[in-house]
């Protein structure tokens, strides 16, 4: 058996890289016919580890941020050693490995097309000093340059996060980044029969009748929650909009009430089954300022449903062109966007299939093996 370590510093299934993770150290240790000894190297577990996968656990000992990326880069380090794995997989913070998966793309770009969700003036002035002054960002950036550079094999999961990274370290060149696109579990993800639609909305405590829009996100500022508000405000009063992943700030509700569409905004809090959300829903709508390659995106197409994104998105290659707006901070243009695409069937291309799944990384963690 060929001894494989995966790096994270969260082992859990809520998260997009944290999700990833979880399915693919369970796909390479109960599907791959016993060739592959996995552990998981983590600083916290959250839940069960997938069948047959090792954990170590190397804690949180320092606190705040610094701490944090710090010890997890210094301490993944050890545990990588000490293991003599025959392949080791770093998922995120960490410096040395034989395949990185840039799931998030350069921190510096991130923060540039990020800023754009934040009020001009005060607001974005204040946000990029707390950025530049904490000391755990700028070591994040350090940890990223130090990956880029001590990894055999790097893997971007879309051609956005590709190009970025070549913008960002010119040294590397598009066709020595090996591309590999995110790929939902199309046993959980997939159209159900339209006639429970009215049942799932009762179990989310959603109207029946609704035209409803579904969104997703922890980071609401970055996901354009806000903006999504303003464009329901342009929208008749039959459409509402169900926000799967926290309760709802006092200023987004206040946005809401000024708005006056509070009635019409649902916030769910966290959703474990996303499925039944998706399949209750009229749309999809991500209206991120910025994400490497949306899992939900994935998820929602999977699901049947119509999805509305943004150029800021590496998973709206998947997306006809009508579907992708170029501003996301173009609330009428997005309320446009969903009057126009809600009723009419799924928004995916089908002249687009890119390498994607986990197939392609358990080939690619097969040939170092035995290289």
Not at 33 to 42: A, L, M, N, P, S
Request: aromatic share 8%; proline share 6%.
């Amino acid at each position: 058996m060929k001894r494989i370590a995966l790096m994270l510093p969260k082992l859990s299934r809520y998260g997009g890289a944290e999700q990833f993770g979880y399915r693919l150290a369970e796909y390479l240790a109960t599907r791959c016919g016993g060739e592959f000894d996995v552990t998981f190297i983590c600083a916290k577990q959250d839940g069960p580890a997938p069948q047959g996968v090792h954990v170590v656990r190397v804690g949180r000992p320092i606190p705040g941020k610094l701490g944090k990326v710090l010890w997890f880069a210094l301490a993944a380090e050890v545990a990588r050693r000490k293991g003599h794995f025959d392949v080791s997989v770093g998922l995120g913070n960490t410096i040395f490995q034989d395949v990185a998966r840039l799931s998030g793309g350069p921190t510096k770009l991130f923060w540039d097309y990020s800023i754009r969700a934040y009020a001009p003036g005060r607001e974005r002035i204040l946000k990029t000093i707390s950025r530049l002054l904490s000391p755990g960002k700028q070591l994040g950036r350090l940890v990223e340059r130090l990956c880029v550079r001590n990894t055999r094999v790097l893997v971007a999961n879309s051609e956005f996060v590709r190009d970025l990274t070549v913008r960002t370290h010119p040294h590397l060149k598009p066709e020595n980044i090996r591309l590999i696109y995110n790929k939902p579990d199309l046993t959980r993800f997939f159209p159900d029969d339209p006639a429970r639609k009215p049942e799932l909305r009762q179990r989310f405590d959603l109207p029946e009748n609704a035209e409803l829009i579904v969104t997703a996100g922890t980071n609401f500022r970055l996901k354009g929650i806000h903006v999504l508000i303003r464009s329901l405000a342009e929208l008749p009063a039959s459409f509402h909009l169900a926000v799967a992943g926290g309760r709802g700030s006092r200023e987004l509700l206040a946005l809401a009430d000024t708005l006056g569409v509070r009635e019409r905004v649902h916030f769910l809090g966290r959703v474990d089954d996303m499925p039944a959300l998706y399949q209750a829903g009229d749309i999809f709508v991500l209206n991120t300022f910025y994400d490497a390659c949306a899992n939900a995106v994935l998820e929602a197409l999977a699901c049947g449903l119509p999805v509305v994104s943004t150029s800021c998105n590496g998973s709206s290659d998947f997306l006809r062109p009508e579907a992708v707006l170029p501003d996301p901070a173009d609330a009428t243009e997005l309320a446009r966007h969903i009057r126009a695409l809600i009723h009419h069937g799924s928004t995916a291309r089908t002249d687009f299939a890119p390498t994607s799944g986990l197939e392609p990384y358990v080939d690619l963690i097969r040939e170092l093996a035995h290289d």
